[in-house]
């Protein structure tokens, strides 16, 4: 009887081939994007949980009271680790990483640069790295070993076992290679490709081994032994800083599950309030909703052709055949086409999974050995071709034999609400999808537009490495020789990636308490403010001629309203355990979260801390002339690193990644979307227009022009596309508020936005029904009376 079924309906599919196409080619589609959406979903679902034992892994955080809030960071103190270890016996194995950096491996001179951490030994307990060669019990024990990645061993090596081998490690550290690792997986949230012993960084950074409670540098990681409390745990790490340095009493630390930090890893206040959890439930209300609109359409289009199916309804009900068979017919063809259209899907998948990742900047592949996916897939098949096919199938059974073979389909206009509430369902996704592209556009304009305070354009910044942090002097003597550039300075770090933080800061008329207030800082040199351009308010930038200088500082507005400094230039304040001297003050300018309000900035001279430098381009040149002037000039003073520099502003762009995938994912499905409601459209259209073909051709007879007939026949259409509208809006709105609340600085809710979105609305419905209207009522009303 299968056989039977799936032979009856596949003759249904080929004596409509057109009709068929359009719902296999819609349905298919629908899918393979939907498709898509969940593999970006279940990725971003799995990050850090492939490690064994990932539900008892876990990473400290610290909360920072400062200025009335509470700062939650990653960073910790190098003897955190050694002190879990001892202390807690809850805790079965602790590791501690450093801060990775950009570091240059060599061989014979020939050398890269990596992605590089310090690591203790333990890290390899906690966590799942798969060794290509080396053992993990003794990879990180030698202190002169180096564990790199595969993809740096073939860069280097190439095929050859590195075992043994000697490279330099920052052109100056000998280290042997004493393990080669697999690549951290895409869904890691840990990115480095190489890996020295703690001991090598201390030994590399010899004024680090005396360090104590108040440096807040370093990553830590810890597993709970099973059936250890993670509360438990917490309540003995809340105090444990105050314990060893009172000073830093009011910080306090806890834990936070280690694989819910890629989605969860957003703080406020102390607390996470989400993160990169919400963008992911959006994504899979993208998929459902696409889905559902594919489903739609489909329906809409299989009953829009119920004339051509009412006789053979008809014929099969008089010739005996029960409801329950016709219906079994119908289903059968839904799924043999979603079948189709799956397999037409993966085809589709195969051609854009390339485009949508270069969007989301995630490599994406289809799971071709993941026989879990491939079960998941064929049962979302068979869910969306019986939730596709039940509304036609149970349509079309229902016609009446009699009636049918008179050419009668239906007798009551009640027939076509379900599916004007299923159009309405599809339009309101298609309002809310435009309406909130355009608003995530204007928030990410809105921010960019933003004063930051310096100039980025024309600035470029490049790592201090090697010998450039000594020859920097002459470096810049030739620079602006060349005239490539305007100016250059040292500076602590990129402008856009600045952490550091002081606290314990002492300034005239402080008050009780506001000692532990963490204030951001930035060390500089000379130069630092003309090169990026910062708006002096009082006072001067730093000068090589004034040696008192190298003791002065210069504070943002934020931090002179924050000391309540009247005459801020000359007074003096206590920072990095020093008397420092107030010299300027700067206009307020963006060195985190373009988001957030400007924190008050310390900016005070300390060269030894520079690990960037920042450069102002020479507008009057070409840049690319002055790049490789540049280029030639590093390579004079630092022949052993490769020359890599990154625009400002480019930098700055980052920031507002997880926005811009946000809003180019929006506009792509927003498109198709649209394209998929206007299918459904069209579909309702052809089915009014038959239902209505008689009504049509009599009011033709009794003189009604087409622009009439055309305005008659799209003015139901109109009627639920204002209804999809205002609901699409009231939804939209609603939420729109809510995310925009998530920012201090946002753009605001108007009404041109959501006038656009129904001009536009109504335009894709007119051009949608009206074909379908302008055909009806071209048809020679002879033929559809006939027989009254």
Same mark, same amino acid.
């Given at each position: 009887? =299968?056989?039977?079924?799936?032979?009856?309906?596949?003759?249904?599919?080929?004596?409509?081939? +057109?009709?068929?196409?359009?719902?296999?080619?819609?349905?298919?589609?629908?899918?393979?994007?939907?498709?898509?959406?969940?593999?970006?979903?279940?990725?971003?679902?799995?990050?850090?949980?492939?490690?064994?034992?990932?539900?008892?892994?876990? @990473?400290?955080?610290?909360?920072?009271?400062?200025?009335?809030?509470?700062?939650?960071?990653?960073?910790?103190?190098?003897?955190?680790?050694?002190?879990?270890?001892?202390?807690?016996?809850?805790?079965?194995?602790?590791?501690?990483?450093?801060?990775?950096?950009?570091?240059?491996?060599?061989?014979?001179?020939?050398?890269?640069?990596?992605?590089?951490?310090?690591?203790?030994?333990?890290?390899?307990?906690?966590?799942?790295?798969?060794?290509?060669?080396?053992?993990?019990?003794?990879?990180? !024990?030698?202190?002169?070993?180096?564990?790199?990645?595969?993809?740096?061993?073939?860069?280097?090596?190439?095929?050859?076992?590195?075992?043994?081998?000697?490279?330099?490690?920052?052109?100056?550290?000998?280290?042997?290679?004493?393990?080669?690792?697999?690549?951290?997986?895409?869904?890691?949230?840990?990115?480095?490709?190489?890996?020295?012993?703690?001991?090598?960084? &201390?030994?590399?950074?010899?004024?680090?081994?005396?360090?104590?409670?108040?440096?807040?540098?370093?990553?830590?990681?810890?597993?709970?032994?099973?059936?250890?409390?993670?509360?438990?745990?917490?309540?003995?790490?809340?105090?444990?800083?105050?314990?060893?340095?009172?000073?830093?009493?009011?910080?306090?630390?806890?834990?936070?599950?280690?694989?819910?930090?890629? &989605?969860?890893?957003?703080?406020?206040?102390?607390?996470?309030?989400?993160?990169? =959890?919400?963008?992911?439930?959006?994504?899979?209300?993208?998929?459902?909703?696409?889905?559902?609109?594919?489903?739609?359409?489909?329906?809409?289009?299989?009953?829009?052709?119920?004339?051509?199916?009412?006789?053979?309804?008809?014929?099969?009900?008089?010739?005996?055949?029960?409801?329950?068979?016709?219906?079994?017919?119908?289903?059968?063809?839904?799924?043999?086409?979603?079948?189709?259209?799956?397999?037409?899907?993966?085809?589709?998948?195969?051609?854009?999974?390339?485009?949508?990742?270069?969007?989301?900047? +995630?490599?994406?592949?289809?799971?071709?050995?993941?026989?879990?996916?491939?079960?998941?897939?064929?049962?979302?098949?068979?869910?969306?071709?019986?939730?596709?096919?039940?509304?036609?199938?149970?349509?079309?059974?229902?016609?009446?034999?009699?009636?049918?073979?008179?050419?009668?389909?239906?007798?009551?206009?009640?027939? +076509?609400?379900?599916?004007?509430?299923?159009?309405?369902?599809?339009?309101?996704?298609?309002?809310?999808?435009?309406?909130?592209?355009?608003?995530?556009?204007?928030?990410?304009?809105?921010?960019?537009?933003?004063?930051?305070?310096?100039?980025?354009?024309?600035?470029?910044?490049?790592?201090?490495?090697?010998?450039?942090?000594?020859?920097?002097?002459?470096?810049?003597?030739?620079?602006?020789?060349?005239?490539?550039?305007?100016?250059?300075?040292?500076?602590?770090?990129?402008?856009?990636?600045?952490?550091?933080?002081?606290?314990?800061?002492?300034?005239?008329? @402080?008050?009780?308490?506001?000692?532990?207030?963490?204030?951001?800082?930035?060390?500089?040199?000379?130069?630092?403010?003309?090169?990026?351009?910062?708006?002096?308010?009082?006072?001067?930038?730093?000068?090589?001629?004034?040696?008192?200088?190298?003791?002065?500082?210069?504070?943002?507005?934020?931090?002179?309203?924050?000391?309540?400094?009247?005459?801020?230039?000359?007074?003096?304040?206590?920072?990095?355990?020093?008397?420092?001297?107030?010299?300027?003050?700067?206009?307020?300018?963006?060195?985190?979260?373009?988001?957030?309000?400007?924190?008050?900035?310390?900016?005070?001279?300390?060269?030894?801390?520079?690990?960037?430098?920042?450069?102002?381009?020479?507008?009057?040149?070409?840049?690319?002339?002055?790049?490789?002037?540049?280029?030639? =000039?590093?390579?004079?003073?630092?022949?052993?690193?490769?020359?890599?520099?990154?625009?400002?502003?480019?930098?700055?762009?980052?920031?507002?990644?997880?926005?811009?995938?946000?809003?180019?994912?929006?506009?792509?499905?927003?498109?198709?979307?649209?394209?998929?409601?206007?299918?459904?459209?069209?579909?309702?259209?052809?089915?009014?227009?038959?239902?209505?073909?008689?009504?049509?051709?009599?009011?033709?007879?009794?003189?009604?022009?087409?622009?009439?007939?055309?305005?008659?026949?799209?003015?139901?259409?109109?009627?639920?596309?204002?209804?999809?509208?205002?609901?699409?809006?009231?939804?939209?709105?609603?939420?729109?508020?809510?995310?925009?609340?998530?920012? !201090?600085?946002? !753009? !605001?809710?108007?009404?041109?936005?959501?006038?656009?979105?129904? &001009?536009?609305?109504?335009?894709?419905?007119?051009?949608?029904?009206?074909?379908?209207? =302008?055909?009806?009522?071209?048809?020679?009303?002879?033929?559809?009376?006939?027989?009254?």
């Amino acid at each position: 009887m =299968i056989k039977n079924y799936l032979k009856v309906a596949w003759r249904g599919i080929a004596n409509n081939k +057109i009709s068929s196409i359009i719902n296999i080619g819609g349905l298919a589609l629908g899918m393979a994007v939907s498709f898509m959406l969940m593999l970006y979903v279940y990725n971003e679902y799995s990050y850090d949980k492939f490690h064994t034992n990932s539900e008892r892994l876990y @990473q400290v955080f610290k909360n920072q009271p400062t200025n009335g809030e509470i700062r939650t960071k990653p960073l910790t103190q190098q003897l955190l680790a050694g002190t879990i270890k001892k202390d807690l016996p809850e805790v079965e194995e602790v590791a501690r990483i450093n801060e990775s950096k950009d570091a240059l491996i060599a061989l014979k001179g020939q050398g890269i640069k990596v992605n590089t951490v310090a690591a203790d030994q333990s890290l390899f307990n906690l966590f799942d790295f798969e060794f290509v060669w080396g053992n993990k019990r003794t990879a990180l !024990t030698d202190p002169t070993g180096i564990v790199i990645s595969e993809s740096t061993a073939i860069a280097i090596f190439g095929n050859r076992n590195p075992m043994g081998e000697m490279l330099k490690y920052e052109n100056q550290f000998p280290m042997k290679v004493s393990a080669v690792i697999k690549d951290n997986p895409q869904n890691s949230s840990f990115t480095f490709k190489a890996i020295i012993p703690w001991e090598a960084f &201390l030994t590399q950074n010899p004024w680090l081994k005396g360090e104590g409670w108040d440096n807040y540098a370093y990553f830590t990681y810890l597993r709970l032994k099973p059936g250890a409390s993670a509360d438990v745990l917490n309540s003995k790490l809340k105090d444990l800083i105050g314990r060893h340095f009172a000073k830093d009493a009011a910080v306090k630390l806890f834990m936070f599950p280690y694989a819910k930090l890629h &989605l969860y890893g957003e703080f406020k206040n102390g607390v996470s309030v989400g993160g990169r =959890i919400e963008y992911v439930r959006l994504f899979l209300l993208l998929a459902v909703g696409i889905l559902l609109i594919a489903c739609i359409n489909f329906m809409n289009l299989s009953t829009a052709r119920s004339e051509k199916r009412a006789r053979e309804v008809g014929i099969r009900k008089a010739i005996g055949a029960r409801r329950g068979a016709l219906i079994a017919q119908f289903m059968g063809e839904s799924l043999v086409m979603a079948f189709l259209s799956f397999l037409l899907a993966v085809v589709l998948m195969m051609v854009l999974l390339p485009v949508f990742r270069n969007i989301i900047n +995630i490599n994406l592949s289809l799971p071709y050995a993941n026989p879990a996916a491939w079960g998941l897939a064929l049962a979302v098949t068979i869910i969306t071709g019986l939730i596709a096919g039940s509304y036609p199938a149970l349509f079309l059974s229902s016609f009446k034999p009699v009636k049918v073979l008179k050419g009668q389909i239906v007798s009551s206009n009640n027939i +076509i609400r379900p599916r004007q509430v299923l159009v309405v369902l599809q339009f309101t996704f298609a309002t809310s999808l435009i309406i909130f592209s355009i608003f995530i556009y204007r928030q990410i304009n809105f921010i960019k537009d933003r004063p930051i305070g310096y100039d980025r354009d024309g600035l470029v910044e490049i790592a201090a490495d090697g010998r450039m942090y000594d020859q920097f002097n002459l470096f810049r003597r030739d620079i602006l020789a060349s005239g490539a550039v305007t100016d250059a300075a040292l500076i602590s770090d990129p402008i856009n990636n600045a952490t550091g933080a002081t606290w314990n800061n002492t300034w005239p008329g @402080q008050l009780p308490g506001e000692e532990s207030i963490s204030i951001d800082c930035l060390a500089a040199t000379y130069h630092f403010i003309d090169t990026y351009r910062l708006k002096i308010l009082e006072g001067r930038d730093f000068s090589s001629s004034r040696p008192s200088d190298s003791t002065a500082v210069i504070l943002n507005e934020a931090a002179v309203n924050l000391m309540r400094m009247k005459e801020p230039v000359g007074q003096q304040i206590t920072w990095m355990g020093g008397k420092r001297t107030v010299i300027g003050v700067v206009k307020n300018f963006v060195l985190a979260s373009p988001y957030e309000p400007v924190k008050p900035v310390i900016i005070g001279f300390m060269q030894g801390w520079a690990t960037s430098i920042g450069m102002r381009l020479n507008p009057n040149k070409p840049v690319s002339a002055s790049l490789a002037q540049l280029q030639s =000039i590093y390579n004079k003073y630092n022949p052993s690193y490769p020359f890599e520099y990154k625009f400002t502003d480019d930098t700055y762009a980052t920031k507002f990644r997880n926005e811009k995938l946000l809003g180019a994912m929006a506009v792509l499905f927003t498109g198709l979307a649209i394209v998929l409601s206007a299918l459904g459209l069209f579909g309702l259209a052809a089915f009014s227009a038959e239902r209505r073909r008689r009504e049509i051709s009599i009011r033709k007879v009794l003189g009604a022009g087409t622009a009439a007939l055309w305005l008659k026949l799209s003015q139901e259409f109109v009627l639920l596309v204002l209804i999809s509208f205002v609901i699409g809006s009231l939804i939209s709105w609603y939420n729109i508020s809510q995310w925009l609340a998530k920012y !201090t600085y946002h !753009t !605001t809710i108007t009404v041109w936005v959501f006038a656009a979105t129904l &001009l536009l609305s109504m335009v894709i419905c007119l051009a949608a029904v009206s074909w379908q209207a =302008i055909k009806a009522a071209l048809v020679n009303p002879v033929k559809n009376l006939r027989s009254e």
